[in-house]
């Protein structure tokens, strides 16, 4: 059974609000899309590993990662997105392996150990930089969000939420060997045209 543990007096009240409005708005936030390719080329299957999925969304990563064979926390500060992520789970037969939690990721630091750390579509600098020491040696930290770009199709992005050219090279340069590192355009079924920087980085110390 999947459960939805709440932390609500570190919530910020504003940005609850304002994703659960734009899952409930836009139809396109709401389609079932396939996860990060990442998974499919880096993340071993039918590991009986522990994952933990930071601002999940609706689900399409969790719920890969769970029909792969691993054990998912995923944790997000919108009540409607893991909504979505439960009633995904549950049609797709993975409602025993994902535990969500409802949170403040401004505040979120993890107090467990993970084999594989996962944040994509969404940028938080001070997350990663909390979460690194959560991940156990060896294990995978995948990121794919954003960057700048003049030809951005969202002109109005707030410029601390895009990366900087190379900067999750930067980011990952001690402690981790860069397994893969890209810059490309964003997929079709997004609402924008962006581009985004993605990593796969194992840590090794």
């Not at 709440?6 to 899309?33: A, I």
């Not at 064979?69 to 909504?83: I, K, N, T, Y």
């Not at 050219?165 to 402690?175: A, D, H, K, M, N």
């Amino acid at each position: 059974m999947l459960h939805t543990k709440r932390k609500e007096k570190q919530m910020s009240q504003k940005d609850q609000e304002k994703w659960d409005r734009k899952y409930l708005e836009n139809p396109k936030l709401r389609q079932e899309r396939p996860p990060v390719r990442w998974i499919k080329r880096f993340v071993p299957e039918e590991r009986e590993g522990h994952a933990l999925d930071l601002a999940c969304g609706t689900g399409r990563n969790a719920v890969a990662l769970a029909r792969k064979g691993w054990r998912v926390e995923a944790v997000d500060l919108s009540p409607v997105a893991l909504q979505m992520l439960t009633e995904f789970a549950e049609a797709t037969g993975v409602l025993d392996r994902i535990d969500t939690e409802l949170i403040d990721l401004d505040a979120f630091v993890p107090e467990k150990q993970y084999d594989l750390i996962l944040k994509t579509n969404y940028l938080d600098r001070d997350l990663i930089r909390r979460t690194l020491s959560a991940l156990k040696s060896g294990g995978l930290y995948i990121v794919e969000t954003y960057m700048e770009d003049p030809q951005n199709g969202k002109k109005d992005s707030n410029p601390d939420y895009l990366l900087k050219p190379g900067e999750l090279r930067t980011i990952f340069s001690e402690g981790f060997e860069i397994l893969h590192y890209e810059e490309f355009w964003n997929e079709g079924d997004e609402m924008y045209r962006m581009r985004k920087q993605a990593i796969v980085a194992r840590k090794i110390s």
